[in-house]
């Protein structure tokens, strides 16, 4: 189906073209975000930090005769992540303690996106920890989901995709280790990227308990792009990237594709079968073909619990479990290696298959609730179900640190569903390609 509210709005490469055009000025972009952002977002809650007055400041400065070639964002205004890093402005990361940490430089992808003309209006909600699939905390209260405010909009990037989903901005950018891009993507009916591991610098994205420390990229976790079309994910991709960036250019047509809609870790909803499956049958009717199972996939059961041992253990930065267990040096090896012997599984089956297809969560948005969804049950087709194994999924490309392109393709009851979009390491460009490719054949 397509969203009203996802084609009224402009996309970032039109404004940008626009404000080149002269058929409007930074001011002018600028003022109209901050117009929607007071209108609609009373009922939505998603840009819960706001820069207006210095973001009015600087459009107002910016003059398109003096953009420059490097400048394709030349006066778009955006929002970003509250946990990225904008000098002036808090990163609370959603904890009240923090309240008053203000940050003091900009964060690497900040940085990027400033030199390329952006605008920055404020910030968008996060779960504490950025560890929910909500993004609802102490300091700023709950963000809602645009298409039904009685549901969350992801987490832990949610008030970024509710932004970019309600048409305040048009595009975003969060980061992703359990789902935290996709997801969001998937629950809002937008597009979303997870890059590739190690693409993007997560420089200054640090949890407020290490504020100036520097710290490094941990293990899985991974910074990308979010916007309601593939090319302006391209953009941002390619304005943030810190290594080159290759596309096979090979039409989907020619590619062979595998299609993953059942993992043994956990049942996937009817209510996300469905509108996959039906995607699925229109790539059929177009010529693409999509296998429905290969012999070289790893034990995706195995890779589930793998993964959640190293994502526990990475999330906690080697505190003890909860059974007061610490992980020593020599088990962090050995889940390093682990995860190796999985990269190097996947890469293999990449070696055959150009995709893998896969939903990007096992249900729709979920409904708000007191406390995580990863400590409670989920509702699938009627059973409860840990709400941990919810994230297999998301371990599918996170695991072995693979990029992953969400992109929406259709609806259950009104509620946008997503599919996963995923290829060989590095290959972030081709998977964009492939979900535009999908796009169109989708949606026209």
């Not at 992808?109 to 779960?127: E, Q, S």
């Not at 996709?182 to 994205?205: D, Q």
């Not at 992980?327 to 893998?356: G, H, I, K, P």
């Amino acid at each position: 189906m397509a969203y009203p509210r996802l084609t009224k709005r402009p996309s970032a490469v039109e404004t940008a073209t626009a404000i080149r055009r002269g058929e409007m000025s930074p001011y002018e972009a600028v003022e109209a975000a901050i117009a929607r952002i007071e209108k609609d977002d009373a009922h939505i809650n998603a840009v819960v930090v706001t820069d207006f007055d210095r973001a009015l400041g600087q459009a107002r400065t910016m003059d398109v005769a003096n953009a420059g070639a490097d400048q394709p964002l030349f006066g778009v205004p955006m929002t970003i992540k509250e946990s990225f890093d904008i000098a002036g402005l808090p990163s609370t990361w959603g904890h009240e303690e923090y309240a008053e940490n203000i940050a003091t430089r900009d964060a690497h992808v900040v940085d990027r996106l400033k030199r390329a003309g952006v605008v920055f209006v404020g910030k968008t909600n996060v779960p504490p920890d950025l560890a929910d699939w909500q993004s609802n905390n102490p300091v700023y209260g709950r963000t809602n989901n645009p298409h039904d405010h009685a549901r969350s909009p992801g987490g832990s990037s949610g008030g970024s995709a509710a932004a970019v989903a309600s048409g305040m901005v048009p595009c975003e950018y969060g980061t992703d280790i359990g789902g935290s891009v996709r997801v969001p993507a998937h629950f809002c009916g937008i597009w979303g990227h997870k890059a590739s591991w190690g693409l993007i610098s997560k420089h200054g994205h640090d949890h407020p308990a290490m504020a100036g420390s520097d710290g490094h990229d941990g293990a899985l976790s991974i910074a990308g792009p979010l916007a309601r079309n593939g090319a302006d994910l391209r953009l941002l991709l390619e304005l943030t990237a810190s290594l080159p960036l290759r596309s096979n250019g090979k039409p989907l047509a020619e590619c062979r594709i595998l299609a993953l809609l059942d993992h043994p870790s956990c049942p996937t909803d009817h209510a996300v079968q469905g509108p996959i499956e039906a995607a699925l049958a229109a790539l059929g009717d177009a010529g693409v073909t999509v296998e429905r199972s290969s012999d070289l996939l790893p034990d995706l059961e195995r890779q589930q619990a793998d993964y959640m041992r190293i994502l526990n253990v990475a999330m906690a930065r080697g505190a003890p479990a909860p059974d007061g267990k610490r992980a020593s040096a020599t088990d962090w090896f050995d889940m390093l290696d682990l995860q190796a012997r999985n990269e190097n599984a996947w890469a293999a089956l990449f070696d055959t298959y150009d995709f893998v297809l896969a939903p990007p969560a096992p249900v729709l948005a979920v409904p708000h609730r007191e406390g995580r969804v990863f400590d409670g049950t989920i509702a699938i087709d009627g059973a409860e179900v840990p709400g941990g194994s919810a994230l297999c999924w998301a371990g599918l490309a996170t695991y072995p640190n693979l990029p992953s392109t969400v992109l929406p393709v259709g609806d259950t009851d009104g509620l946008p569903c997503g599919m996963q979009v995923i290829s060989r390491r590095w290959a972030d460009l081709d998977c964009i390609a492939a979900a535009e490719a999908i796009g169109r054949i989708l949606h026209g």
